[in-house]
């Protein structure tokens, strides 16, 4: 027979109490066979930590050689208020981690064909990720892009830019910029 034991912390003052909710069912807690901590809807660990959608609300241009940061101001869900829908655009999660980013995006090439459209997540200010689609001469081009980006939890953001080779593209409102946390640091 298995022995179960309560230990003190010797250094700790605080008292710690084991309350049963108002039931009239008997339930069982069976602990794991291994070490390790316990986790409560208190504790920092991805299943509780910061996540967030938002859309486009209207069609936003890229132009020719330039990176343009691309906009999403309807947030579905940001549930540490992590996501800046109206300011910057972007995702500056408050717990250090990694994230799992992720993009969708729909949209219409403006000039002449032939154009190489791109999308790219940045951190801080910088590229991350690179992903390049080329258009097939005035066809609408569809988009997806999805990596895990490790943030301190304090001072890194996370913001999506497009970038067309030639021409303009118009990136239709059926854009997504999602994220959320995938494991602590």
């Keep these: 027979m298995s022995i179960v034991k309560v230990s003190g912390n010797a250094s700790g003052t605080g008292t710690f109490e084991i309350a049963a909710p108002n ?3 008997n339930r069982t807690l069976t602990l794991p066979d291994n070490t390790g901590t316990l986790i409560s809807t208190g504790s920092t660990f991805a299943g509780n930590g910061p996540a967030f959608a938002a859309t486009g609300t209207s069609a936003q241009s890229f132009g020719s050689g330039t990176w343009t940061k691309i ?3 309807t947030e579905t869900y940001d549930t540490n208020s992590c996501y800046d829908n109206v300011t910057n655009y972007r995702f500056t999660p408050t717990t250090a981690g990694y994230y799992q980013m992720n993009l969708a995006m729909h949209a219409n090439e403006a000039g002449a064909g032939g154009t190489t459209l791109r999308t790219a997540f940045y951190r801080n200010g910088t590229a991350f990720t690179n992903l390049q689609v080329r258009d097939g001469v005035g066809q609408p081009v569809n988009m997806s892009q999805s990596v895990l ?3 301190n939890g304090t001072t890194d ?3 999506v830019y497009g970038f067309a080779s030639v021409g303009t593209f118009v990136g239709s409102a059926e854009r997504y910029f999602s994220g959320s946390l ?4």
């Design 23 to 25: 039931s009239n069912t």
């Design 71 to 73: 906009i999403f101001q």
């Design 149 to 151: 980006i490790y943030c």
């Design 157 to 159: 953001y996370i913001e």
């Design 182 to 185: 995938a494991r602590v640091a």
